[in-house]
């Protein structure tokens, strides 16, 4: 059964700073990997979504990696602003299916 | 990006009765609609899979007679809690794919309270 894993569970920065959300998942065999976006009390926005095949994703200020191998994920914001605050979800598609597994996300505070 | 609405943001319901919970994708058409549920702090979990004009399928867990699913057109799904209990409540997502088998689309979300 696939288990996906985020840390930390909560992270708080200083405006500017750069840092890094980790994700891991217990089977390789997955489609595809997305990063999710969660305010409070809303649903989810789409970040970036990394093909199986693929290492890494950029768009603005965030990257995402992917070594599938190893079951890993990170994602990467540069410059972090408060706007930046919010939960982060990883999710794996498996192979095979169209089920998305998510995992339990790191709320992000960016204080100014 | 594809839109998709959930109706309504927000329910309080008493003990017993029955909520539905619309589902819709505004400018694509979905073939496949998902909804989940998540409780504070956890994981988004997949209740079931509906695809449009056939019966959904449930994870492993969910109770189909509880949780009824209905998927009649290209642009809606809908969701009935039926004879809510207070271990219902919960924040319903939906979520649409369109026909190219990519990303889905969420939606906003409906917290539910059953008192």
């Known amino acids: 059964k696939q288990e996906v894993t985020q840390i930390p569970a909560a992270l708080s920065v200083p405006e500017g700073e750069n840092l890094v959300l980790n994700c891991s998942f217990t089977?390789?065999?997955?489609?595809?990997l997305q990063w999710f976006r969660q305010d409070p009390g809303k649903g989810l926005t789409s970040l970036l979504l990394?093909?199986?095949?693929?290492r890494e994703q950029t768009s603005g200020r965030l990257n995402a990696s992917l070594d599938k191998s190893s079951g890993r994920s990170t994602l990467y914001i540069a410059a972090s602003q408060p706007g930046d605050s919010a939960t982060y979800l990883c999710?794996?598609?498996?192979?095979?299916?169209?089920?998305?597994?998510f995992g339990k996300g790191t709320k992000l505070t960016v204080n100014p | 990006g594809a839109v998709v609405s959930q109706h309504p943001s927000r329910v309080i319901c008493k003990s017993g009765t029955s909520v539905k919970i619309e589902c819709r994708s505004l400018d694509f058409q979905a073939t496949t609609m998902f909804w989940y549920r998540q409780f504070p702090k956890q994981s988004l979990m997949l209740m079931a899979t509906s695809n449009e004009g056939s019966k959904a399928t449930y994870e492993q867990g969910v109770e189909k007679d509880k949780f009824l699913i209905n998927h009649a057109s290209l642009t809606l799904s809908t969701l009935t809690v039926t004879s809510a209990h207070p271990e219902d409540s919960s924040f319903y997502i939906c979520s649409a794919r369109g026909r190219v088998r990519e990303t889905q689309y969420f939606g906003p979300g409906t917290r539910l309270l059953v008192l």
């Open positions: 990394i093909q199986s095949s693929q």
């Open positions: 999710a794996v598609v498996i192979g095979g299916s169209e089920k998305l597994v």
């Open positions: 089977d390789s065999a997955i489609y595809n």
